[in-house]
Structures are given as structure tokens and as C-alpha cells.
């Protein structure tokens, strides 16, 4: 069996094993769109932590960020992931459980739902809905691309004749993505999302830890072998020879190698990756970086308060006392899976391998070339499963989510309740998946999938962290009016377009805001422009404006006594 076909074969085992799984859950589903859409509030702790982080960890944390730490150094792990773990469980703390004690309390089900009660406001999921839609679509493509670019790096050369690359196509990849989590959702609702997502986590960071140790280990052993690998001997510093004697130790030598990295595609063509240029002291730290860059990225990790297939994965919560594993183990997770990613990213700007231009010039394909060359056939095939897994992880719950938003806000809602049956709403649920499914994957096709999935990642979530005052005032003012949250919404929308297409639709990359203050220029990311005014758009008009009934006050903040 060649190469190839020995990867397509475990992932094909890999991929048919997860149908089973969503099958068999399906044959748990109860009938009802209660369980459908929240597995009828039944998730332990365990699930829900794993449900939580599988479906916050997409092809933007593990191919984007190689491809990232690749493209611009070692401080996009500063950037963002440092501050995620924190402020993720920050959000399930402060806003999941108190989200999900009103949405067991009163029957929510989406977002739109919780802001037309609490507001007071009909028309809110009017327009709450096609802006989340239109933020969770991106989000989707950064997975199908991710999937199709990994597996196209990862199989170069493996099937002559197939596409110029004797690659598999990112086509091909994307179908088989889309179609698979498809039919899991399709039959087995939101139970069979949570359980596809536990056993993918589980698949994706125990293959994930083997596929670091692999490459660490490997890229060690060949820097001692071309001679590259120091050592301090007697206060001198002298050229090892001793071979790697474990992960800790290879760490150690590919750590000497950062400071080397050579490869700078800012300053050289892909057809000139020579070893003569130094690279600029940001690729090996955040030196250099605008301290105002770097702490305006920490505003996007709050896009997690706004995005709609985490909310309703907290309303599947068992019980309040669920959160409490999420909460403790998520940033040990993280962790967990951005340091490898990373640093995988770094070490193949360091010249330890040869880096093809047609790879170096689409870095989302650097994480499945790396794959590909340290680890053998077999177990590549197992690493790019892994990779799959935690890609289709995130894609299901986003499929799930915008089908519930369409059934639940706009077909439920203003068709009527009592119009639908249990089983109508549900058909109408997968049918707009469907619709959903088929969208994305065309619009993966088109030259979007030619842009770094980590910029386009972080125009997605810096529209959802743009929300994040409307939900964290929602919840803990009562000032908050209806008309201070459209106000909110729509300066979000407005601001986050005129920037987004002044950035040409994210094909300028790492755009930022820039100020002038005196004779200095600082540099902000868009996400703070969008933040603020969103902010000051919502708090300022509901100060002037008539706030919700004292009902409905008194409902969501009773007087304690």
C-alpha cells in the first residue's frame, strides 16, 4: 500500500468511526426538539468540558496559529493564547452559569431568545439574527479550510498525477468535512454533537501531544546531526554531538535554534528561502511589537461571551455545578494545545527543514507539512485524524447553532408556536443546516480560501467580541434599554464593515487602527475601535432612552432581601 493510501485509510476508519458514534447517539434522541437542540439539559461535567473546549478549538487554534507562529514569530502565542485561557473561563464563569439558570428558568434556547425577554424588544432577534449568521459563517470557512490545506500539505507528493502537487485536492478534503459532521448532526442533534465532540478532544489532544513530541524530538536529533546543536563544556561553548535523550532534552536544543531562524518571507521571495538573512528580533519575541497592538489583541478572546453554538452548549448543562470543570481545566487545556502548535510554527522558520516555497507561501498548510515529514506513514495518518478531529469539533456545534437560530428565532417565533409540530421543527432544523452546510463549502471554493485562516479568524472573532458589552450589560445592568442595545448592535455591525473592507476584506494582513498622538504613531487592532464603540454606543443611548418594564426587571433581577 503506498504512503497515500495508508493515510486515507486511517482517516477513512477515523471518519467512519465517528458516524457510528453520532448514529448510536441518535438512537438515545427522544423525539422532541428539547433534546435536539440542548440533549434535553442533561450534560455532566465531564461532557460539558469536553464539548466546551472541542468547540472552542477550531482550525484557527491548531492549523492558523502554526501558520501564524510561522508567518510572523513566536509572539502570537503571547497575543492571544495567553490571555484566552483566562478570560474563556472568566466567561463561563460570569456569564454561562447565569445564562443557563435563566435558560433552564424560562425555555430559552438561542441568544435571540434570552435579549427579546430581557429587553422587552420583539424586533431584537430581527436583528441579532443575520448579524450572528453573518459572523458564524466565517467562522465555519476558517474550519473548511483548515481541514482542506492541512490535509494538502500533509499528503504533497503522495499521489502523483491527482493534482499538480500530487496532493489530495482542498476540494475533495472539504466535501468529505462537510458531509461527515453533516450526517452526525443531521441524526444526532445536540447529544450527538457533545458526544462527537468528547471523543474527538480526546482523539485531538492525545495525538496532538504525540505528533509534539515527534517533531521536537525529531528536529533535535537533526540538529546535532548537522552539526548545529551547542553545549557549554567546561565555560566553553562547544558543538554537540551526543544525540537527544528524551522530549525535555530535544526541547532544549530546538530552543537554541529560534534565535536562528532565518527564513524571513517578508524580506525574501519563495523561491530565495536562503539562510543568510536574520531574522528581525520580533520573530523571536514580542520586542519590537506595539505594547498597544499587543494588549488590544486581548479583547478578542471575549468573542467567546457572543458566540452562539457556546451559548447554547451552556444551556445543555446538567446542573450550575457542571461549569465548575470547564472553568478550572479549560486554561490547562489551551495551554495544552497553542505552546505545541506554536512552537511547530517557529521551528520551520529555523532552516532545521526544508520548507517547499509552494508551503512557505501559504503558511496553513506549514502544520500538515511538518506531519508529513517527521512522523512515518502510519502514525501521520493518526496525527492528520487528529487534526481533523479537532477541526470538525468546532464545525458541528456552528452547524447545530445557526440551524436552531433559524428553527427557533425566525420560523417558531414569527410562524407561530403552536403552528409546528415537534417533528416539523425539527425537519426544519436539518433542512437549514443542509442549506448552511452547502454555503459554506461553495464559498470555500471561491478565493476566501486563499486568505490566512488566522486573519480571517480574527476578524471573525473581533465581530462577536464587538457583542460582548450588549451580553455582559444584559446580564449585570439593569439600565441596559432596548434601544441602548440596537444602538450597540448596529454601531458593531457598521464600524466592524468599514474597517473590515478598508482592510480589502482581510486580504491586507494584520491591519491595524493607527493614532497619532504627538509625534508618535500608536497601533491598535481593529477590535478595540469596534469594543468601544460598541460600548459607548450602547450605555450612552440607554441612558436617555426608556428602560424595560419593571416586570421584566423584577424577573431577571429580583430584590434580594
Known amino acids: 500500500m503506498s504512503p497515500g493510501m495508508i493515510k486515507v485509510t486511517i482517516i477513512g476508519v477515523y471518519l467512519g468511526l465517528l458516524l457510528a458514534l453520532g448514529l448510536f447517539s441518535s438512537r438515545l434522541f427522544k423525539g422532541t426538539s428539547k433534546d435536539y ?69 424560562y425555555g430559552y434556547t438561542t441568544q435571540a431568545g434570552f435579549f427579546r425577554d430581557r429587553l422587552d424588544s420583539d424586533k431584537i432577534g430581527l436583528v441579532l439574527f ?14 473548511v479550510i483548515s481541514a482542506g490545506k492541512a490535509i494538502e500539505g500533509a499528503t504533497r507528493g503522495d499521489f502523483p498525477g491527482l493534482t499538480e502537487s500530487g496532493a489530495i485536492p482542498p476540494w475533495l478534503t472539504e466535501l468529505v468535512i462537510c458531509v461527515v459532521v453533516l450526517v452526525y448532526v443531521f441524526f444526532g442533534g445536540m447529544r450527538g454533537t457533545a458526544w462527537a465532540n468528547t471523543f474527538q478532544t480526546i482523539v485531538f489532544m492525545v495525538l496532538g501531544v504525540v505528533a509534539f513530541y515527534l517533531i521536537a524530538t525529531g528536529l533535535a536529533a537533526k540538529s546535532v546531526a548537522d552539526g548545529r546543536a551547542h553545549q557549554t563544556t567546561d565555560g566553553q561553548r562547544v558543538v554537540r554531538t551526543e544525540p537527544p535523550t528524551g522530549l525535555w532534552d530535544s526541547l532544549h536544543i530546538v530552543s537554541q535554534e529560534i534565535p536562528k531562524a532565518r527564513r524571513v518571507r517578508d524580506q525574501v521571495t519563495p523561491e530565495d528561502q536562503i539562510e543568510s538573512v536574520e531574522a528581525p528580533p520580533q520573530f523571536r519575541t514580542r520586542e519590537r511589537m506595539d505594547p498597544w497592538m499587543f494588549f488590544t489583541y486581548m479583547l478578542i478572546p471575549f468573542s467567546v461571551g ?51 516555497p509552494p508551503i512557505a507561501g501559504d503558511p496553513n498548510k506549514v502544520l500538515g507539512f511538518m506531519v508529513k515529514s517527521l512522523s512515518g506513514d502510519v502514525l501521520g495518518g493518526f496525527l492528520l485524524a487528529g487534526i481533523l478531529a479537532a477541526i470538525m469539533s468546532s464545525l458541528d456545534s456552528q452547524f447545530l447553532c445557526i440551524g436552531t437560530m433559524f428553527t427557533t428565532d425566525v420560523v417558531v417565533h414569527y410562524g407561530g408556536k403552536d403552528r409546528f409540530s415537534d417533528k416539523q421543527i425539527i425537519t426544519i432544523s436539518r433542512l437549514f443546516i443542509i442549506a448552511i452546510v452547502a454555503v459554506t463549502y461553495f464559498l470555500s471554493l471561491t478565493d476566501i480560501a486563499q486568505t490566512r485562516v488566522f486573519q480571517l479568524g480574527i476578524w471573525c472573532f473581533s465581530g462577536f467580541s464587538s457583542l460582548f458589552p450588549l451580553v455582559l450589560l444584559a446580564v449585570y445592568w439593569r439600565g441596559l434599554s432596548k434601544w441602548g442595545a440596537y444602538a450597540g448592535v448596529l454601531t ?50 440607554s441612558l436617555v432612552t426608556p428602560k424595560p418594564s419593571a416586570e421584566t426587571l423584577a424577573k431577571f433581577f429580583p430584590e434580594t432581601t
Open 37 to 105: 437542540l440542548l440533549a434535553s439539559h442533561s450534560i455532566g461535567p465531564f461532557l460539558l468540558l469536553m464539548s466546551l473546549f472541542g468547540t472552542t478549538m477550531t482550525g484557527f487554534a491548531l492549523v492558523g496559529s502554526t501558520g501564524e507562529a510561522f508567518a510572523e514569530g513566536v509572539g502570537v502565542y503571547g497575543m492571544l493564547a495567553s490571555s484566552s485561557g483566562i478570560i474563556h473561563s472568566l466567561c463561563f464563569f460570569v456569564l454561562g452559569v447565569k445564562l443557563w439558570s435563566w435558560g433552564k428558568k
Open 130 to 143: 443575520p448579524i450572528l449568521v453573518g459572523l458564524v459563517v466565517p467562522y465555519l470557512l476558517v474550519g
Open 492 to 541: 458593531a455591525a457598521g464600524v466592524w464593515y468599514a474597517l473590515f473592507a478598508a482592510s480589502e476584506f482581510g486580504a491586507i494582513e494584520n491591519w491595524s487602527v493607527d493614532f497619532t498622538i504627538g509625534e508618535r504613531t500608536i497601533h491598535t487592532m481593529p477590535v478595540a475601535t469596534i469594543f468601544f464603540a460598541s460600548l459607548v454606543a450602547t450605555v450612552v443611548v
Open 306 to 356: 457572543m458566540f452562539p453554538h457556546l451559548f447554547q452548549h451552556w444551556l445543555t448543562a446538567k446542573s450550575g455545578s457542571a461549569f465548575k470543570l470547564p472553568v478550572v481545566a479549560h486554561p490547562v487545556f489551551i495551554l495544552i494545545v497553542w505552546i505545541p502548535c506554536v512552537l511547530i510554527g517557529v521551528w520551520a522558520t529555523s532552516g532545521l527543514i526544508n520548507i517547499p
